[in-house]
Structures are given as structure tokens and as C-alpha cells.
């Protein structure tokens, strides 16, 4: 009957609709028939309808559906430099296959329909990269990732009834070939494979695939009516949008659906076939040369109708130019001033360490932790109310966290003369000016709220995550300790509140990790300077001297491109040492839990953001 009726197609003629008209009221008769015979007890195995419904109609079910990863045979690709086998998502829906790169993805690679094909089981080969428990001999079937069990889908000859022996080149004309390191995955595959097979073969196939092509085209009228009815677009505004409609409930609604038992489908292992070779190594795959190798129309992928690529590969291609180009400067370098990092130890020492042992730098460092006692010791007469008037108190505050800030500046204007020992001195006491201003305003704001609200503190404590034990109850005052401001002033922020969320322990590990970073940025960060940056700059003054101090643009654009590169990475370097090595080490060492110091700079749409 199905060699007679041909598919459905949009334009059928008055012939084929007869035809087909006659054959439906033969299926029922038939139905009719079996029905008959099987109240009588007489049970026909060979039957290929199903009885029918009180409406008349037949009801054939789908075999149910199946998704997951198998590996994919590559018919397409040249495996010189590796295996044709490639992990691709599978997804088995109502007679139709579909695969994908991931599950990810939302279209296909490929959708074909199963009718008028079946499944051939291929055996098994032995994965090279798994080591046997049994030397010297080849694994058991059993043991777990031993070997790889091979199957494909085929396009079947006139004969479906033909033995795998019989199956020639001619006849065998495989679509896909799938391998799992799974045999109860693969027999599992088979046999839903076979019993969508043998639903494609029915008319309720057909009747559902000729739907699902009229809801296809319905819907592309849908769009192309939706997109003539809007408006003109003009720039800025949002492209034309079509809502598909929810088949979720439709699919839950079938998937729930039990097949009943009187539901017969075409005999499955009439679509099964198996290979005469077990070993799929051995396997013909009767690759035929007529086989189709442009199966669709697609664009190149560098078209703008492709669709979205992964441009990985060309930044990896980029960070080697890059590398290369960069390695070539430090090639002219060397080549031209030497290796200098031979010499900067010598540098080293006419820079002077001694300056960190003087009196000044020291003093300095003194300096800030007797403000630190001091805002402690007028925030503990606040809280006591020693001090009753709060004026007072934000007058003692401000004095004592500006005098901090500017007895520093005065201490590096006199008494220090190198650069280096001036700024280590001028960025600690700004970091501490900016922890005091946040102490004195943050505990004032506390001190102010729980003489009104008992509860402030408790709803306050209640945002931050991953507090600890100790810090669950506190309130203030009792945040009034010189263990917590040195905490304060230790940890990496500038902004003060009663608690902090805290990480479980201090990883010893990360902590040794960290300081090995450090080490390498520090190493990295002397070779630049002295490597590039310092002959640069020498050869500059050496070319204004002999110009009597007079530049010229060409002069200026020729250093400056010479120093761009190394310039940018010192301060990539320094970024990376304090933001990400210093702070986490920190953050480390007194369990901060908060370490975004730092968000993706990096992707700034402007300027202004970047800087």
C-alpha cells in the first residue's frame, strides 16, 4: 500500500486523493476484520494496523523521545591530525533526528526524517586510550570505557527484509554513525531508533509531517505579514518581533500519553540490522561516491547571513603575533644596550635603601598609628558619653584625620628626598585619612540610629552573608575596640561598617600563591624598566643635548611609540600587583569575604569609564 501511495506533498492531483480516499476505507475494513478476529480469539502477529477508535479513526502513537551525547562519525572531515569521531548532541523527536554541537545551541546542524530507513548495530572497537585491568589481553565487554559500541542509520534497499550479510555497497547508503562507550546506551538507542522507524513508515506519519509543514509555512505568513503591517523602521528602533507559539503544554501533553494497548506499529526488528564483522574497525562502511556531500544551502562563515561564530581561534592567533612582535623589541633591546638586568643590582644600590631606615620614613609610619589610637580612643568617649554633644565630637574627628593626612605631606616635603620612600609614605596615609573620614561618619550613623531603633542594627546585619559566629549578635558600641579598627585600617576597603562577611579559613595554599605571583609580577615589572624604559629615556636626554634641548615632533613620536608598549604593560603589571596579588593576600590573611576590588575595566564602552 505504502509503494502505491506516494508522499504528501502540497499540490496532490484528483488521482492521488482518490486513491488515497479508497485506501483509508480499505484500512478500516481491514481494522474491522482484525477487530472480528480477535473476539473470536484469532490473533493475527503479522498485523501491521491498529483497531480502531470509536470514532473510526486509528491511533498510532509515536515511540517515545530521546536526547544525549554520542560521538558522531565525521564523514566530512579529513582525520589526519586526529579522530573523525566528534561529541554532538542527539535529540530523537516523533520519526525525526536532529543533532548538535552542544546542547546549547538552539538550531540544528542536521534534521532529516527517519522514513525509509533502519539501524544497523556495527559492533564494537576498542578504545586505544583505556588501560586495561587485564595485561596482556583484551578487556572484557563489560569493563566500563574498554570500548566504544557502534551503530548507524541507513537508508534502507527495496528488500527491508535483507540480512546485514546481504547488505552491499550499492544497497548500504549510511546517513549517520554514532558510537557510545555505553552498551546499554547503544541498545537503548537501537531500539527507540527501530520504533521511530517503524512510524515513519505509517500514514499518521505522513499526516503529521504534512501539518507540521503547513504550521511551518503559516507561520512564515504569520512573519511576513507582521513585518509588512509594521510601521517603517527607522534607526533605533527594535527590528520586527514574531512570539512562536508554546508547544510546551503540547509536548507535556504527549509525553504524558500512555500507548494503549490495542497502538501497533510495523514490527520494529524489521528495521534492525546488524553488521557480519563485529569488529566495527572492520566494518565496510560503503562510503559510496555518489553519496552527497552538499546536503543544504549555507553561507560562508565570514558572511554577514551566517550565523554567530566563536572568533577564539583568531585572538589566540593575535596574543601569538603579539607575543612574537613584543619579543622581537626585546630582542633590538638587548642587541642594542645589552642584557641591563646584570647591572641592576649596582642600580639598585644607587638607588638607595638605606632611606628606608631613616628616621623620617619611620617616624611617618608612627604617625598614623597614633591617629589611628587617637580616633578610637574620641569614638570610645562618644560611645560612653564622656562626650554628650556630638559636635564636639565631629569637630575631634575631622581634626584628627586631617592633621594625619597633612603632618605625612609635611614629613615627605622636608625630610625625604627619594621618590620612591615619599610615595609608599603619601599612599599609606591617604588610604588611612579616607578609612578615618569613613570610621568616624559610619559610627556616628550608628551610635545616632540605635538611641532610636533598638532593631536597626539587627536589620542591618541581616543583608550581609557569610558573617561570623562572632559578629552575628554585635551592635554598638560594643564595635568600640582597638582590635576593630586595626582591622579596618588592615583590610582591604575604605569603607567602614560593624561587620564584614568572612570566608570559612585562610587557605595556606592560596596564600603561598599569591606571594609567588607577587614575586614574578615585581621581577617582570624591574626587567621592563630597566630592559626598555630607562635606555629609552637615557638615549632621549643624550639626543636633547645634542640638539641643545630642542625636539622635534618626529623625535617625540619616534620615543613615544618606543615606550607605548612597555609603558602599557608596567601599568597592566602594577594594576594586577595591587588590585588583584596585594589585595586578595589581604583579603586572605583576615578571611575578607568581599574581594571585588576591581570590576571589568577592560570592556569600558568610553573612555571616561576606563580611566
Same mark, same amino acid.
Given at each position: 500500500?505504502?509503494?502505491?501511495?506516494?508522499?504528501?506533498?502540497?499540490?496532490?492531483?484528483?488521482?492521488?486523493?482518490?486513491?488515497?480516499?479508497?485506501?483509508?476505507?480499505?484500512?478500516?475494513?481491514?481494522?474491522?476484520?482484525?477487530?472480528?478476529?480477535?473476539?473470536?480469539?484469532?490473533?493475527?502477529?503479522?498485523?501491521?494496523?491498529?483497531?480502531?477508535?470509536?470514532?473510526?479513526?486509528?491511533?498510532?502513537?509515536?515511540?517515545?523521545?530521546?536526547?544525549?551525547?554520542?560521538?558522531?562519525?565525521?564523514?566530512?572531515?579529513?582525520? &589526519?591530525?586526529?579522530?573523525?569521531?566528534?561529541?554532538?548532541?542527539?535529540?530523537?523527536?516523533?520519526?525525526?533526528?536532529?543533532?548538535?554541537?552542544?546542547?546549547?545551541?538552539?538550531?540544528?546542524?542536521?534534521?532529516?526524517?527517519?522514513?525509509?530507513?533502519?539501524?544497523?548495530?556495527?559492533?564494537?572497537?576498542?578504545?586505544?586510550?583505556?588501560?586495561?585491568?587485564?595485561?596482556?589481553?583484551?578487556?572484557?565487554?563489560?569493563?566500563?570505557?574498554?570500548?566504544?559500541?557502534?551503530?548507524?542509520?541507513?537508508?534502507?534497499?527495496?528488500?527491508?527484509?535483507?540480512?546485514?550479510?546481504?547488505?552491499?555497497?550499492?544497497?548500504?547508503?549510511?546517513?549517520?554513525?554514532?558510537?557510545?562507550? @555505553?552498551?546499554?546506551?547503544?541498545?537503548?538507542?537501537?531500539?527507540?531508533? @527501530?520504533?521511530?522507524?517503524?512510524?515513519?513508515?505509517?500514514?499518521?506519519?505522513?499526516?503529521?509531517?504534512?501539518?507540521?509543514?503547513?504550521?511551518?509555512?503559516?507561520?512564515?505568513?504569520?512573519?511576513?505579514?507582521?513585518?509588512?503591517?509594521?510601521?517603517?523602521?527607522?534607526?533605533?528602533?527594535?527590528?520586527?518581533?514574531?512570539?512562536?507559539?508554546?508547544?510546551?503544554?503540547?509536548?507535556?501533553?504527549?509525553?504524558?500519553?500512555?500507548?494503549?494497548?490495542?497502538?501497533?506499529?510495523?514490527?520494529?526488528?524489521?528495521?534492525?540490522?546488524?553488521?557480519?564483522?563485529?569488529?566495527?574497525?572492520?566494518?565496510?562502511?560503503?562510503?559510496?561516491?555518489?553519496?552527497?556531500?552538499?546536503?543544504?544551502?549555507?553561507?560562508?562563515?565570514?558572511?554577514?547571513?551566517?550565523?554567530?561564530?566563536?572568533?577564539?581561534?583568531?585572538?589566540?592567533?593575535?596574543?601569538?603575533?603579539?607575543?612574537?612582535?613584543? &619579543?622581537?623589541?626585546?630582542?633590538?633591546?638587548?642587541?642594542?644596550?645589552?642584557?641591563?638586568?646584570?647591572?641592576?643590582?649596582?642600580?639598585?644600590?644607587?638607588?638607595?635603601?638605606?632611606?628606608?631606615?631613616?628616621?623620617?620614613?619611620?617616624?611617618?609610619?608612627?604617625?598614623?598609628?597614633?591617629?589611628?589610637?587617637?580616633?578610637?580612643?574620641?569614638?570610645?568617649?562618644?560611645?560612653?558619653?564622656?562626650?554628650?554633644?556630638?559636635?564636639?565630637?565631629?569637630?575631634?574627628?575631622?581634626?584628627?584625620?586631617?592633621?594625619?593626612?597633612?603632618?605625612?605631606?609635611?614629613?615627605?616635603?622636608?625630610?625625604?628626598?627619594?621618590?620612591?620612600?615619599?610615595?609608599?609614605?603619601?599612599?599609606?596615609?591617604?588610604?588611612?585619612?579616607?578609612?578615618?573620614?569613613?570610621?568616624?561618619?559610619?559610627?556616628?550613623?550608628?551610635?545616632?540610629?540605635?538611641?532610636?531603633?533598638?532593631?536597626?542594627?539587627?536589620?542591618?546585619?541581616?543583608?550581609?552573608?557569610?558573617?561570623?559566629?562572632?559578629?552575628?549578635?554585635?551592635?554598638?558600641?560594643?564595635?568600640?575596640?582597638?582590635?576593630?579598627?586595626?582591622?579596618?585600617?588592615?583590610?582591604?576597603?575604605?569603607?567602614?561598617?560593624?561587620?564584614?562577611?568572612?570566608?570559612?579559613?585562610?587557605?595556606?595554599?592560596?596564600?603561598?600563591?599569591?606571594?609567588?605571583?607577587?614575586?614574578?609580577?615585581?621581577?617582570?615589572?624591574?626587567?621592563?624598566?630597566?630592559?626598555?624604559?630607562?635606555?629609552?629615556?637615557?638615549?632621549?636626554?643624550?639626543?636633547?643635548?645634542?640638539?641643545?634641548?630642542?625636539?622635534?615632533?618626529?623625535?617625540?613620536?619616534?620615543?613615544?611609540?618606543?615606550?607605548?608598549?612597555?609603558?602599557?604593560?608596567?601599568?597592566?603589571?602594577? &594594576?594586577?600587583?595591587? &588590585?588583584?596579588?596585594?589585595?586578595?593576600?589581604?583579603?586572605?590573611?583576615?578571611?575578607f569575604g568581599d574581594r571585588v576590588f576591581y570590576k571589568d575595566w577592560w570592556n569600558s564602552a568610553e573612555v571616561s569609564a576606563y580611566w
Open positions: 500500500l505504502h509503494k502505491v501511495i506516494p508522499s504528501v506533498s502540497h499540490e496532490m492531483t484528483q488521482e492521488v486523493i482518490a486513491l488515497k480516499t479508497r485506501a483509508r476505507e480499505l484500512e478500516k475494513e481491514l481494522g474491522i476484520i482484525h477487530e472480528a478476529l480477535a473476539q473470536y480469539g484469532v490473533k493475527d502477529e503479522n498485523a501491521s494496523y491498529s483497531p480502531l477508535r470509536n470514532n473510526g479513526s486509528i491511533e498510532i502513537l509515536p515511540p517515545p523521545s530521546k536526547s544525549g551525547y554520542l560521538f558522531k562519525w565525521q564523514d566530512r572531515t579529513i582525520g &589526519f591530525s586526529g579522530s573523525k569521531w566528534a561529541l554532538r548532541f542527539i535529540k530523537l523527536d516523533r520519526g525525526r533526528i536532529t543533532y548538535y554541537y552542544s546542547h546549547l545551541e538552539n538550531q540544528p546542524r542536521s534534521d532529516i526524517s527517519l522514513r525509509g530507513c533502519a539501524v544497523r548495530d556495527e559492533g564494537w572497537k576498542l578504545n586505544r586510550k583505556h588501560t586495561s585491568s587485564v595485561k596482556g589481553k583484551d578487556p572484557p565487554l563489560e569493563e566500563a570505557g574498554a570500548y566504544f559500541f557502534v551503530f548507524s542509520i541507513y537508508y534502507r534497499s527495496d528488500d527491508s527484509s535483507a540480512a546485514a550479510e546481504e547488505l552491499s555497497s550499492e544497497s548500504f547508503v549510511p546517513l549517520f554513525r554514532f558510537s557510545t562507550s @555505553s552498551l546499554a546506551e547503544k541498545t537503548q538507542w537501537i531500539q527507540i531508533l @527501530s520504533e521511530a522507524c517503524a512510524y515513519c513508515e505509517t500514514d499518521a506519519f505522513l499526516r503529521e509531517e504534512s501539518n507540521r509543514y503547513k504550521e511551518e509555512e503559516n507561520r512564515r505568513q504569520q512573519q511576513l505579514k507582521m513585518i509588512e503591517d509594521m510601521p517603517q523602521v527607522e534607526r533605533g528602533t527594535l527590528a520586527p518581533l514574531f512570539i512562536a507559539p508554546d508547544k510546551k503544554e503540547e509536548e507535556r501533553r504527549t509525553s504524558m500519553m500512555r500507548r494503549p494497548s490495542y497502538a501497533k506499529l510495523p514490527k520494529s526488528n524489521l528495521f534492525r540490522t546488524q553488521s557480519k564483522s563485529r569488529d566495527a574497525e572492520k566494518v565496510d562502511l560503503g562510503y559510496a561516491p555518489s553519496k552527497p556531500m552538499h546536503r543544504r544551502s549555507a553561507p560562508s562563515f565570514l558572511s554577514a547571513e551566517a550565523r554567530t561564530q566563536n572568533y577564539r581561534g583568531f585572538f589566540n592567533l593575535a596574543m601569538i603575533l603579539l607575543i612574537v612582535s613584543n &619579543f622581537r623589541i626585546f630582542l633590538n633591546t638587548i642587541r642594542s644596550h645589552g642584557f641591563i638586568l646584570t647591572e641592576v643590582w649596582s642600580n639598585v644600590e644607587g638607588f638607595s635603601f638605606s632611606t628606608w631606615n631613616q628616621f623620617p620614613l619611620l617616624s611617618g609610619i608612627l604617625v598614623l598609628h597614633i591617629f589611628l589610637a587617637t580616633a578610637f580612643l574620641i569614638e570610645w568617649l562618644l560611645a560612653t558619653r564622656r562626650i554628650s554633644n556630638e559636635t564636639i565630637g565631629f569637630i575631634l574627628h575631622q581634626l584628627n584625620t586631617h592633621t594625619c593626612f597633612g603632618l605625612s605631606v609635611v614629613i615627605v616635603w622636608n625630610f625625604i628626598d627619594q621618590p620612591a620612600t615619599g610615595a609608599f609614605l603619601l599612599m599609606n596615609a591617604a588610604i588611612t585619612w579616607m578609612k578615618l573620614i569613613s570610621y568616624s561618619h559610619a559610627n556616628q550613623d550608628y551610635r545616632i540610629v540605635s538611641r532610636k531603633d533598638k532593631d536597626a542594627h539587627k536589620r542591618n546585619l541581616s543583608i550581609i552573608d557569610s558573617l561570623d559566629t562572632t559578629d552575628i549578635d554585635i551592635e554598638y558600641p560594643s564595635n568600640v575596640t582597638l582590635g576593630n579598627i586595626y582591622y579596618f585600617w588592615l583590610a582591604p576597603t575604605l569603607t567602614y561598617q560593624i561587620a564584614f562577611p568572612k570566608s570559612a579559613r585562610i587557605r595556606k595554599l592560596r596564600v603561598l600563591g599569591l606571594l609567588f605571583r607577587m614575586a614574578i609580577t615585581l621581577s617582570i615589572f624591574t626587567f621592563l624598566g630597566a630592559q626598555i624604559v630607562a635606555p629609552n629615556l637615557a638615549n632621549l636626554l643624550k639626543d636633547l643635548e645634542a640638539t641643545n634641548g630642542r625636539y622635534t615632533y618626529q623625535m617625540i613620536a619616534e620615543y613615544w611609540l618606543k615606550l607605548t608598549i612597555s609603558n602599557t604593560y608596567m601599568w597592566l603589571l602594577m &594594576f594586577y600587583f595591587y &588590585f588583584h596579588l596585594y589585595l586578595n593576600l589581604f583579603a586572605e590573611l583576615l578571611r
